[in-house]
C-alpha cells in the first residue's frame, strides 16, 4: 500500500511539473493544464495529406486527443459543446504541423547572443536541433539542459560530441578498435548522443566498430565525409558500415567513379578552402552519372543510412552574389554573420575570395546531379532527413530552413516527402519515437501557419508570401504565428521584433565586407 501511495505522488508531481506554467514576457507562455488549438487542418507529418479540421487538445507537453470536426463527422456526432481549455487558439483557416528538427546546425560564437539563433529557429517552425559544438560541449550539454527543463526559450538541443569527447584517452587509446566499447560506455554515462565520426574514415574497422557500440548504446552517428579520406572511405563504405547519416554531399559523386579517387589539381591542399570547396563541386562532373543514381543509390538505401542534404548552406557556391544580398541581410542576419560570411581566409566557410565563373559553374551541375541522387534515394526508399548547416555562408538561422524545404522541393521531391523530412523522418534519425507526428500521445512540438505550405512554402517565412484576393488585390500572407514547444505556445512576432533589436545593435559599427563594397554609396 505504502508503495502504491508513493507512486502516485510520484505520477501527481510528474503531472503537476509538465503543467507548471512558465512566464517569458510577451515572448510565450505555457505549458497550460489544457490547451485547445480549435478549427486547425493538420498535416500529420508522415507525408500524408492535410486532413480537418480539427480541435487539438494538449494537455501539459502532450497532444492528448484530436476531436474532427469535417461536415461528415459532425453531421453523425450530431450538436455537441466545443472542447475548452485555459487557453484557446483559434486556428480557422490555419494549418498546423509538427515542429522540424534540424539535425545539423552551428549556434557560433560571441559576440552574437545564444537568444539570436534560438529565436529565429523557433519563429520558423524548428522545435529540435542537433548543434555543433561551436561554443563548447560544456556548454552545449549546459544548453540543452536548460532547454530540457524550459529555463530558457530554445529548440531541444542535442549537442554533436567527438570521438573520445569528456574522456581522458589518448589517441592512440581512442584509435584502437579494441577500446571502442569501454570509450562509447564512458561517453554515454556522460550524457552523449549524438556522435560525429568525421576524423575516422581513415580506419574502416575503427569506424565499423564505434557506429556499432554507438547505436547499440541507443544513440546516434553523424558523417560529414571529409575529401581527405574518401580514398578509403565513401559514402557506400560509410553506409555499409552503419553510419547513421552521412551529412552534406560529399563522398557521393567519388563512390561513383571510374577510378578510386577524384582528379584533384596537382596543386591542392586540403587546407585551403577555396581549393576544397572549389574541388568538391568539380568532383560531380566526373561522376558516372548511371552509377550513380543506380549502384550506389541502390546499395546507400539497403544499409539503411539516412541522406542528410543541408543543400542550403552550400547555395552561395552557384551563385555567390545572390548568397550575398539576400533581402534579410540588412534587417535580420547580425553583424558578426556578416563579418564571419567573408570573403575572408581566415575564416571557415569564408572562401570565396578566388571563386570563379567556372566554380559556379561546376556547383550548378552538381547541384542538379547531387538533386537527382536524393529524389532516385528517396524514390527507392532511402530516408532523407533534415539539416541547415547554418550558421555558415551567407544562410541566416530560421530563413535557412525554410530554404532548405524550397531546396529539397527542388530535387522533385513532391512538397509532403519534404515536410515528412523535416518532421518524422528526422525524428526517426534522431531516435525520439514521441516527435515527429500529429498525434494524440506525441509531444506538442508544433507550429500554426497562416496558409498551407503545400500551396507555397514561402508562408512558413516570417514575412509569409505575396498573393492576391478574388478582386485581385495583392496581399502578404503566411508566417508561422505560433510555435510550441513542449506545450509552451511561442508568439513568433515578439521574437522577430527581439531578433530586429538585437541586428540593428549589432551594426552600429558594422564593417563593410570586400563583397559589398562596390555596391556601397559613399558620402561626400
Not at 344 to 355: C, E, V
Not at 379 to 398: E, H, L, N, Q
Amino acid at each position: 500500500m505504502k508503495v502504491k501511495l508513493l507512486f502516485l505522488f510520484a505520477c501527481f508531481f510528474m503531472l503537476a511539473d509538465a503543467t507548471a506554467q512558465k512566464k517569458y514576457g510577451e515572448l510565450a507562455n505555457g505549458p497550460y493544464k489544457k490547451l485547445v488549438i480549435r478549427g486547425a487542418m493538420v498535416l500529420p507529418g508522415h507525408g500524408g495529406p492535410p486532413v480537418g479540421p480539427y480541435d487539438i487538445v494538449i494537455q501539459g507537453n502532450m497532444i492528448t486527443d484530436m476531436i474532427p470536426f469535417d461536415p461528415v463527422t459532425a453531421e453523425r456526432r450530431g450538436a455537441t459543446e466545443r472542447v475548452t481549455g485555459d487557453r484557446v487558439i483559434d486556428a480557422t483557416g490555419k494549418y498546423v504541423m509538427p515542429g522540424m528538427i534540424d539535425l545539423h546546425m552551428h549556434l557560433r560564437q560571441e559576440p552574437m547572443p545564444i537568444e539570436y539563433i534560438y529565436y529565429l529557429k523557433l519563429a520558423h517552425g524548428v522545435t529540435a536541433m542537433v548543434p555543433a559544438a561551436d561554443r563548447g560541449l560544456d556548454n552545449g550539454m549546459s544548453e540543452a539542459a536548460k532547454s530540457k527543463s524550459n529555463a530558457i526559450l530554445a529548440p531541444r538541443l542535442y549537442p554533436i560530441w567527438g570521438w573520445g569527447a569528456k574522456t581522458n584517452y589518448d589517441q592512440v587509446f581512442l584509435d584502437n578498435p579494441a577500446n571502442v566499447k569501454k570509450v562509447v560506455a564512458e561517453m554515454f554515462s556522460k550524457g552523449a548522443h549524438v556522435v560525429n565520426v568525421g576524423d575516422l574514415g581513415w580506419n574502416q574497422e575503427l569506424l565499423g566498430a564505434v557506429c556499432k557500440e554507438v547505436t547499440a548504446a541507443g544513440g546516434i552517428t553523424t558523417y560529414h565525409i571529409p575529401p581527405n579520406t574518401t580514398s578509403v572511405t565513401q559514402a557506400v563504405d560509410a553506409a555499409r558500415l552503419g553510419v547513421t547519416m552521412i551529412e552534406h554531399h560529399y563522398a557521393y559523386a567519388e563512390s561513383s567513379l571510374d577510378r578510386s579517387v577524384q582528379d584533384f589539381s596537382p596543386t591542392y591542399n586540403y587546407n585551403d578552402e577555396n581549393a576544397r570547396f572549389g574541388q568538391a563541386g568539380k568532383v560531380w562532373s566526373e561522376a558516372n552519372r548511371e552509377r550513380l543514381l543506380n549502384e550506389v543509390a541502390d546499395s546507400l538505401v539497403a544499409y539503411g543510412v539516412t541522406m542528410l542534404p543541408t543543400r542550403v548552406v552550400y547555395e552561395a557556391n552557384r551563385d555567390i552574389i545572390r548568397a550575398s544580398s539576400l533581402p534579410w541581410h540588412k534587417k535580420y542576419t547580425h553583424q558578426a554573420l556578416m563579418d564571419w560570411n567573408g570573403p575572408n581566409p581566415n575564416y571557415h566557410g569564408a572562401y570565396h575570395y578566388d571563386w570563379t565563373s567556372d566554380d559556379e559553374y561546376n556547383w550548378s551541375y552538381a547541384y542538379k546531379l547531387w538533386g537527382e541522387l536524393i529524389y532516385a534515394f528517396n524514390k527507392k526508399g532511402g530516408r532523407v532527413a533534415y539539416g541547415t548547416d547554418d550558421s555558415y555562408i551567407f544562410a541566416t538561422p530560421g530563413f535557412s530552413n525554410i530554404r532548405e524545404l524550397q531546396l529539397l522541393r527542388e530535387t522533385g521531391m513532391h512538397t509532403l516527402e519534404v515536410l515528412k523530412a523535416a518532421t518524422y523522418n528526422s525524428a526517426k534519425t534522431l531516435r525520439e519515437d514521441k516527435l515527429g507526428l500529429v498525434r494524440p500521445g506525441y509531444i506538442a512540438d508544433l507550429m500554426i501557419i497562416d496558409g498551407s505550405p503545400l500551396y507555397n512554402l514561402r508562408y512558413m517565412y516570417s514575412f509569409g508570401a505575396l498573393t492576391v484576393d478574388n478582386d485581385g488585390k495583392m496581399f502578404r500572407k503566411g508566417g508561422i504565428l505560433h510555435t510550441i514547444k513542449d506545450g509552451i505556445v511561442i508568439e513568433n512576432a515578439k521574437l522577430m521584433e527581439e531578433v530586429e533589436k538585437m541586428v540593428a545593435a549589432s551594426k552600429k559599427d558594422g564593417k563593410i565586407s570586400a563583397m559589398e563594397e562596390p555596391f556601397v554609396i559613399k558620402k561626400d
